[in-house]
């Protein structure tokens, strides 16, 4: 079974700090994706990768950045936290190189909140 | 730009009451629809992928069903345990990096 493993389930920063949410997966999956998930709005991709050290713009990057080091794990860092990014992340990897249509697999998530 | 709309945003059922959930998707053409079930606080849990119309899949309960305008998935007899949110997501054939465009969910409700 894949297993994609988030760091926190819950978190509370402040206003201004630097955080940051991690993520691991077990499958040697190339492909990994950092979404938010408000209620209302559904899923939104922030981040994804497609291999080590590379990264792409998602729908909603403003604010976020991520970092890929290893193939395992994708991190997403905010940068300033502000309460707008209070929210439920979700990480998620898939398999496949290129034009890949294999299923994304997803985190347990963290639910961030920003005082 | 691609679009997924899914409805009802949300349905209620007894235990029992077969129905169906709709996920109609506009997108410059299709590599894959997938459908996910989410509990509570919980990560979407991959159930389906369809490729082709015409295509179906089934596990327990549910068969999901593809058109090349649409997606179902039928639920028969369910069972509390089904109670979830259900969401579908398509992937296009341009799209390089392997993303998805979510639907908003279908929050189901099964009572016994």
């Known amino acids: 079974d894949v297993k994609v493993t988030q760091s926190s389930r819950y978190l509370v920063k402040r206003t201004g700090e630097k955080v940051f949410l991690e993520c691991v997966q077990d499958?040697?999956?190339?492909?990994m994706f950092w979404y938010r998930q408000d209620p209302g709005l559904g899923l939104r991709l922030i981040y994804f990768?497609?291999?080590?050290?590379?990264?792409e713009k998602g729908d909603i990057p403003e604010g976020y950045s991520v970092s890929r080091e290893k193939k395992e794990r994708f991190s997403l860092i905010l940068e300033s936290a502000s309460t707008n990014q209070t929210s439920m992340y979700l990480c998620?990897?898939?398999?496949?190189?290129?034009?890949?249509?294999?299923?994304?697999?997803f985190g347990d998530g963290t639910r961030l909140s920003i005082l | 730009e691609d679009q997924v709309t899914q409805s009802p945003e949300a349905l209620r059922l007894q235990e029992g009451e077969s129905s169906s959930l709709n996920c109609s998707y506009t997108?410059?053409?299709?590599?894959?629809l997938f459908w996910y079930r989410q509990d509570p606080g919980k990560g979407p849990e991959f159930l389906f992928t369809?490729?082709?119309a015409g295509e179906e899949k089934e596990k327990e309960r549910l068969k999901a069903t593809l058109t090349k305008k649409e997606s179902f998935l039928h639920i028969t007899a369910p069972k509390p345990e089904d109670s979830a949110t259900y969401l579908c997501a398509v992937q296009a054939s341009i799209n390089a990096g392997n993303m998805l465009t979510f639907g908003g969910g279908t929050r189901l409700m099964v009572k016994p």
């Open positions: 990768s497609y291999d080590v050290k590379m990264k």
């Open positions: 369809l490729y082709s």
């Open positions: 997108v410059s053409g299709l590599r894959g």
């Open positions: 499958m040697d999956h190339e492909n």
């Open positions: 998620a990897s898939s398999s496949g190189q290129g034009l890949s249509n294999q299923p994304q697999h």
